[in-house]
């Protein structure tokens, strides 16, 4: 994360840093259109907030652009590290059951005096029914609406018992090609599996049977502990029946105790095809594939 000296923050940003210090408030949801600031927003308040000495935690539910970790993760940073819960999706309306899980899981699991949920973009359509389930887990003491998009409004208007905060976008947010937020995956995954070694497996540990995958590419997979808590993320290779299977991994092989396919299959340049699974999206919703 960049320092607050390398950001321009708008004045009301740092009025709404100094709100959080002074009232009782302990989770934050923000919600925005795309690139209108909303990382920039978080980053700020978050490190505002650690800076001033109270202990802070930063969820990051935006599952293909991510401020923490790495993609198709749930992910939060708090005085404890990193966490993460495995999606297996970068469509959040197609990874929405996890997604609403993983986000009550790492809410339950942080004793962080004030939490700062980040959220996608997606705003309408599905995007909309997805938010507004979002804030049904979140239940957050206040919202912040950062920018004027018009579809804020109907998610604003369904939660009249939260009370909101509305900011400006930040005058230095920039709007993303589609290249390159596929370039910004393509990097946070990189940077995962770096220092990522290859484990022998033995396929029981699948929880499910994985989709097919194409030649040149590999599953990506959560690896799991005992306990069902997400330990990492791996890149499975083709699985025959009764072999060991190959995952190139981060996570040493000591804790893993199972494996949840995901939905994306990455190539050696960590670029992405999405593969179709049974039983993904919001209900109502049809795949795209």
Same mark, same amino acid.
């Given at each position: 994360m960049?320092?607050?000296?390398?950001?321009?923050?708008?004045?009301?940003?740092?009025?709404? =840093? $100094?709100? !959080?210090?002074?009232?009782?408030?302990?989770?934050?949801?923000?919600?925005?259109?795309?690139?209108?600031?909303?990382?920039?927003?978080?980053?700020?308040?978050?490190?505002?907030?650690t800076q001033t000495g109270r202990d802070a935690a930063l969820i990051d539910t935006d599952l293909g652009q991510k401020m923490i970790g790495p993609p198709a993760c749930v992910t939060m940073s708090? =005085? $404890?590290? !990193?966490?993460?819960?495995?999606?297996?999706s970068t469509d959040p309306v197609f990874g929405w059951k996890p997604l609403l899980e993983g986000t009550r899981r790492l809410l339950s699991v942080t004793d962080a005096a004030i939490i700062i949920v980040n959220t996608s973009g997606l705003l309408s359509g599905p995007?909309?029914?997805?938010?507004?389930?979002?804030l049904q887990v979140i239940q957050p003491d206040l919202l912040i609406a950062l920018g004027d998009a018009p579809e804020l409004e109907p998610i604003i208007s369904e939660r009249p018992d939260i009370p909101v905060l509305r900011l400006p976008s930040s005058p230095y947010a920039r709007r993303k090609t589609d290249g390159e937020r596929r370039a910004g995956r393509r990097r946070a995954f990189h940077q995962y599996f770096e220092d990522a070694a290859i484990l022998s497996l033995d396929p029981s540990l699948l929880l499910e049977a994985p989709p097919a995958i194409p030649p040149e590419r590999r599953l990506l997979v959560g690896l799991r502990n005992a306990l069902g808590n997400d330990l990492g993320l791996?890149?499975?290779?083709?699985?025959?029946?009764?072999?060991?299977?190959e995952v190139l991994t981060p996570v040493r092989r000591a804790g893993i105790q199972s494996i949840v396919p995901g939905s994306l299959a990455l190539d050696e340049t960590y670029s992405e095809t999405r593969l179709k699974m049974e039983g993904q999206g919001w209900p109502g919703t049809r795949s795209l594939l």
């Open positions: 960049r320092s607050l000296s390398d950001l321009h923050v708008p004045r009301e940003w740092h009025e709404a =840093a $100094q709100r !959080l210090e002074r009232d009782d408030i302990r989770t934050i949801g923000v919600i925005g259109r795309t690139d209108c600031g909303k990382s920039m927003l978080v980053h700020y308040l978050f490190t505002s907030a708090d =005085a $404890q590290g !990193l966490a993460l819960v495995f999606v297996g995007g909309r029914r997805l938010k507004a389930a979002k791996g890149l499975m290779s083709g699985a025959r029946d009764n072999e060991a299977i």
